[in-house]
Nanobody
């Protein structure tokens, strides 16, 4: 089974930064793409950022310019640098890995709470 483990969440004040990490048990080259999703209570899970195995990136409009997704292939890890955090960024953040002809892999989630 593929495992994705998120870390780096926490409680911060508005305007501060966090960096989330997603460590994969397999080479991240085996994924077509990896991404970060988030889900706040009462809301649908939404895509925050995505990076393909060719480093093409996609961001939700609400985070564009503030968040940056990146990867460290040697460490089999994907990161989400979150700057200028806002209270509306508060959610559980999930790491996702997509592979062709396979179900998606999901991490357990890490809580990000931004206070005003």
């Amino acid at each position: 089974q593929v495992q994705l483990v998120e870390s780096g969440g926490g409680l911060v004040q508005a305007g501060e930064s966090l960096r989330l990490s997603c460590a994969a048990s397999v080479s991240i080259f085996s994924f077509n793409a990896m991404g970060w999703y988030r889900q706040a209570p009462g809301n649908q899970r939404e895509l925050v950022a995505r990076i393909s195995n060719r480093d093409t990136t996609t961001y939700a409009g609400s985070v564009k310019g503030r968040f940056t997704i990146s990867r460290d292939n040697a460490k089999n890890t994907v990161y989400l640098q979150m700057n200028s955090l806002k209270p509306e960024d508060t959610a559980v953040y999930y790491c996702n890995g997509n592979r062709l002809f396979s179900v998606d892999s999901w991490g357990q989630g890490t809580q990000v709470t931004v206070s005003s």
